[in-house]
């Protein structure tokens, strides 16, 4: 079976610093690895994604992760952070070829960031 | 109406209560999820549709029963609910595609209290 863990439940952060989110995961097989954010009263909504090839992988809004295989891990970064990504960020794991094409994902506890200025 | 919708956006019943809970997505997708969000827990899958088939139960109790009458609609019907089902309520689509390798999109949510 899948599981993520994300090693910090809350992450405080001052306007314009680095930041770092961990997300480790196990699993026998190959996977898929998305980080997802949620603010205030809204949805999950997608950040970046690996799925193969390069192992550095950007998305929105500035963010990048890099898949580890070695460590099994998927951390997610950003050079410099706004007030506006203060938000809970969730890493999830997907198997390939589950459930009749369907998409079996196993998500981590959730990070809170909070941007302080 | 664009992505996926949710209603009602919160719902307060009591314990006696039948509701249910609609999501519809205008994606064009043919696979779709119902999630639970806890306070302190990760999400929860609880139901999954593909191609309007249900191919996943997550071992949720008979009181969530879901619908899928086609593939841009999914239903939650609730009745004789605990507090312990006050959560957020999840909805998400994707693609149906054996690799697994399409994100899913979700809705905003349900917030559902019961009392």
């Known amino acids: 079976a899948q599981s993520v863990t994300q090693l910090d439940s809350q992450v405080p952060v001052f306007e314009e610093a680095p930041v770092e989110l961990r997300c480790n995961y196990s699993?026998?097989?190959?996977?898929?690895l998305f980080w997802y954010v949620q603010y205030p009263n809204q949805g999950l909504q997608l950040l970046l994604k690996?799925?193969?090839?390069?192992?550095l992988v950007k998305g929105i809004n500035g963010f990048e992760a890099e898949f580890n295989k070695s460590q099994t891990s998927f951390h997610l970064r950003k050079p410099s952070v706004h007030i506006s990504d203060t938000a809970e960020y969730f890493c999830?794991?997907?198997?390939?070829?589950?459930?009749?094409?369907?998409?079996?994902?196993?998500f981590g506890q959730g990070t809170r960031l909070t941007i302080n200025p | 109406e664009t992505g996926v919708t949710q209603t009602p956006r919160h719902l307060v019943m009591g314990m006696t209560n039948k509701k249910s809970l609609k999501c519809e997505q205008h994606?064009?997708?043919?696979?779709m999820y119902w999630y639970k969000q806890s306070a302190k827990k990760p999400l929860e899958l609880m139901f999954v549709?593909?191609?309007?088939?249900?191919?996943e139960n997550n071992s949720v109790p008979s009181r969530f029963s879901p619908e899928c009458p086609n593939s841009s609609h999914l239903f939650l019907h609730l009745h004789t609910l605990q507090p312990e089902d006050s959560a957020l309520y999840l909805c998400?689509?994707?693609?149906?595609?054996?690799?697994?390798?399409?994100?899913?999109?979700f809705g905003p949510g349900t917030r559902l209290t019961v009392t």
């Open positions: 994606l064009g997708h043919n696979a």
């Open positions: 690996y799925l193969s090839g390069s192992t």
């Open positions: 549709y593909s191609l309007e088939e249900r191919v």
């Open positions: 999830a794991v997907s198997v390939r070829g589950l459930i009749q094409g369907a998409q079996k994902l196993v």
């Open positions: 998400a689509s994707s693609q149906a595609v054996q690799s697994g390798a399409y994100e899913q999109y």
């Open positions: 699993s026998s097989v190959s996977v898929y």
